[in-house]
């Protein structure tokens, strides 16, 4: 069985499940209590077949530090950033690494391809040859099997419709009550309760 390559784009994931957690009306300041089951979606994303290497890139707001370790104690290489000025600013060095990392893995394992799963909806730079879009293009030429895993919502059009040509492509929010869980209110905040992950069903998970 061919081994899988976790690409793990935070920022983008993180982002957009704060604002389905609003979508869905999870209780007060929902956006704000929402976390990524790291277990979960890790499973979710090598659906356990042999696991080569996961990497992770995102910011460094201390806020997250929980989510950071918890992926580094699973295995995952974590590449950390300080946000930029701007939003986009701040995700342009981690979409770098990840791409960087992704060609270089290509060339590595020329001789003996795997499948490369992608958690990212980005597909910007296309048109320019470059971003997460153009560098699957690339390894799928040289016999990677592809896999995206994305919110619906947000996934680039164009990209998704290449992912199901060409390979795979999974909704986050299929899975959104096992990846996701909800931490209770603060102090001094809106009374809400806290929300358990669902347990994990890999049943209606696509694979390419």
Request: hydrophobic residues 40%; contains cysteine.
């Amino acid at each position: 069985m061919d081994s899988v390559f976790i690409y793990w784009d935070n920022s983008n994931i993180f982002h957009e499940a704060q604002r389905l957690a609003q979508e869905r009306r999870e209780g007060p300041n929902a956006r704000y209590r929402v976390r990524i089951n790291v277990d979960n979606i890790l499973r979710l994303a090598h659906a356990d077949r042999p696991l080569k290497k996961a990497l992770a890139a995102g910011s460094v707001p201390p806020e997250m530090r929980q989510l950071w370790n918890r992926m580094e104690s699973k295995g995952v290489e974590v590449h950390l950033f300080d946000r930029g000025e701007s939003a986009r600013g701040e995700q342009e060095m981690p979409d770098r690494v990840l791409q960087l990392r992704m060609l270089e893995d290509a060339l590595d394992y020329n001789g003996n391809p795997g499948i490369v799963v992608l958690l990212t909806g980005d597909g910007a730079g296309y048109l320019e040859g470059a971003g997460f879009h153009s560098t699957l293009e690339r390894m799928h030429k040289r016999g990677w099997r592809v896999e995206i895993l994305s919110w619906a919502h947000s996934c680039n059009q164009r990209m998704r419709r290449w992912a199901r040509e060409n390979g795979v492509f999974v909704a986050l929010d299929d899975f959104y009550e096992a990846i996701t869980f909800m931490e209770p209110s603060r102090p001094g905040a809106e009374l809400a309760s806290p929300r358990d992950s669902a347990e994990l069903d890999l049943s209606k998970r696509p694979m390419a």
